[in-house]
């Protein structure tokens, strides 16, 4: 075992240190998970929807938290507590108190001592109905890729909707083909921490065994292919997360991708949390989620093209002086509404304007904005006589822009053009 590799015992007794990347990590997963039960099951007429999320490098279940001596649930214990979080507000905020939600989970690990860890913690957590039944939860032992498929065969037999939480140590036990297979099954996501310190080392070595995986794994051959030697610089940087990004949607044909960047030290990534949707509706929750857990001041920096949403460890805030809660939200949010007038203004004067919900579709890979963003730019532009929004054929002033609202270039602005 490496020396510095996170392990834990069969009987649960050592706890790994939690990085504080990894803390980040865990609330974003719950945060979304929460609300995509809530968007799924709160938002259709029906009582009744089935989910089965898999965990497929589930680790031990417990860590302690190095900051105040106390255990911090892993996570597999966050996703079930968040689903019944979720559920419990689809009963109470949308009044569907008779909700039946069939959650199945998987959770994969290829130690076995890690599962046995895991199962001793949940139990302590009175999660004791979940290890012994096969039903609603299985502990399985093996690489996550050999039990791939036949997963995929019980989530086509289930017909549920499927949230892959993908969480190697490395970058050789997901292969693209794997995501491909969870991709076009449909109602199906993925949460993928990508390594791109791989690429990084990859691009300063060009090792002969890291390039077979680059070509194999990952089918990055097109990808990264820089002019000058690679030396972390912002513009390489965004260079390498542009690219990942453009690579995985390529490969996957996910039809929403997007990232989470977590920061190493001050400037320097460690991983991606990508995420890969067939629906906009997934990736508008993951953003929102994003949103929350984001402690970037991404875009008064203009670091938002390197980094986008991310999180930042707490050495930074102390090394900085500022304190924990430093408020980059505020800073951000107005940012974020500006920063839309690039990409949305040229789809709005083009035409006889654009439906909304087209406006999002068009451009939500492009921007860390969330749907409030969009509906504040609007409402801006309006103020501004900017825009004009039509509902039903006519002129609204409503300000709860709609889906199906046409948002186009105010009359008076299309008339000045021409005299
Ligand atoms: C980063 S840890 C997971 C931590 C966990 N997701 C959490 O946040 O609490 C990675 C885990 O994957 C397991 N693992 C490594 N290679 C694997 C493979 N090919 N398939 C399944 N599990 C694997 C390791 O034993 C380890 O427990």
Known sequence: MAKNETFWTADGSHLPDVQPHTKAKHRLVEEYIQNWIVTLCGNNIGKRKKVLIVDGFCGGGMYRDPENGEMWAGSPIRIIQAVEKGLERVKIEKSKPDYDLQAKYIFIDSKKEHLDSLRVHMMGLGLGDYTNNPEKCELLWGKFDQQLESILLEVKKLRASSF???DPFGY???SMQNMRDIIELGKSEILYTFMIDFVRRFLKTNNRKLKLSFQS???ADGYYELKDTYKDT???QEYLKDQTLNLFRKRTKADFVYGFSLLHNQSLVKYYLIHLASSVVAQRVMKSAMWAQNNLDFLCRHHDS????????VYYFE???LPRCFDVKETNNQA???????????????GDGIQFSDLELKTIQTNPATIKHYVEFVNQQRDAKEVEVIRDGKITTSKQVKSTDIILRAKYKQTKLFT
């Open 164 to 166: 892959f939480l993908l």
């Open 172 to 174: 050789t036990d997901v």
């Open 217 to 219: 794994v990952l089918e």
């Open 234 to 236: 912002p513009a390489q």
């Open 306 to 313: 390197v980094y986008g949403m991310g999180h930042k460890s």
């Open 319 to 321: 090394s900085q002086n």
């Open 336 to 350: 974020c509404i500006e920063k839309l007038d690039e990409h949305l203004m040229p789809l709005i004067y083009s």
